[in-house]
Structures are given as C-alpha cells and as structure tokens.
C-alpha cells in the first residue's frame, strides 16, 4: 500500500514538474508610438475603433441644407419638431467607443437615434457626462460627429 501510494506521489510530482517546465507565453513588447501612427498598406489590418474614412456628404456650399436636415430630425431637448414616435430606434454601437452599457443608459434618457446623438447641445452633452459618469467621451471620441456622419450615411 505504501509503495502504491509512493507511486502516485511520485506520478504528481513529476507531472506538476513538467507543468512548471512547460514554455510559458511571455507578455508582447510594448508597441511605440511611431509605429502606431504610422500610414498602414491597403492590405494591413486596422486597429479596433479605427476611423477607416470621411467623406464629405454634403457639397461646401450647402451646408445650412445640412443644418436644416439635422434640425428637423432631432427629437431631443426642447426645440424638437417631431414626435417620439416618429424616430426609429437606430444601433448606436456603431458610434466607436460608446460601450452598451452607456447605449443603454443613452436609450433610458430617450436617446435611440444617431440624429439625437449629432444634435445635442454643449449643456447637455455635459448634462449627460456628468450623469452616466462619461468626462469628456464626447469629445475625445467624436460621438456627435460620427452620429452626424452615420445619420448623413444611412439617409443618403
């Protein structure tokens, strides 16, 4: 029994050893800046939240025509023409970098369009912030211009 039991005990330790001695995958090198920013080849991947392209939608000249079509879609704040009703719930995690946990938060303030999102004021930009606890994501992650640009996309 003894001998059993020196056995199995032997068999562990021998395979706790080659665990231990097994290759273990090492943390990858810190990437530097350069390399970051630097112009990537067509056939390159691009990293994740990556803005790929901007155009222009609309001619320079008529930018009050896009004034005025943002206007008359917000549904948010008091200078809303339309109903409720009449605006379609819309996937704002196409937005890069609002987490669903905000989109939610967003929705539960009555925000589900990309309309509502590119027409918020400064003061309720900041109202927002500070409520879902966001400092300065509006800004440095462009939402108001990407809803505006995902807006002009889907309606052109």
Known sequence: ???KFRKLS???DA???AALASPVIRTPDAVPADVIIKPRAPHEPLPIGAITRI???VPSGSSDALSESLAESSSYGESSNLDLG???AENLSHIKGLDPISITRLNDRGIVAFIQVAQLTDAEVKEIEEALDLPGCFNRYSWRYQAQQLHLEKNT
Do not use: G, N, P, W
């Open 1 to 3: 029994m003894q001998a």
């Open 10 to 12: 032997e068999d562990h």
């Open 15 to 17: 395979a706790i050893s």
């Open 55 to 57: 155009e222009r939608s």
């Open 86 to 88: 009449e605006i379609l």
